[in-house]
């Protein structure tokens, strides 16, 4: 199977918000990274995301010695979901984002 894979993934388990973006109405969804990179994210799902759903994302950056967490809002669109025996997960290319202050710890996808 040849990669297709443009852009170095990081193994890394980041906190992040969802929702989908043609329902301004639902609720938005907590969820976890399995791995990213400055393409697309790999996160948990809950339940069945179909691809090509367009979703509203916030991805929290942890902090380091430079600065406090960061967050990132995103649009990304689901390309592929992998159904396990323990897990769902869902890959997402990220069309667009922009970081963003995190204004008195609440997260708005509005």
Known sequence: ?????????????????FRIRSDKESSTRNSRTRDVSTQGVYFTIEEALPAGTALDVVLTLPSNAAGPSALVRAICRVVRVDT???????????????????????????
């Open 1 to 17: 199977m040849n990669e297709r894979r443009k852009a170095r993934r990081y193994n890394l388990s980041l906190p992040i918000v």
């Open 84 to 110: 396990g025996s323990s897990r769902d997960y869902a890959a997402a290319v990220i069309e667009n984002y922009a970081f963003v202050r995190e204004e008195t710890g609440k997260i708005n996808l509005s």
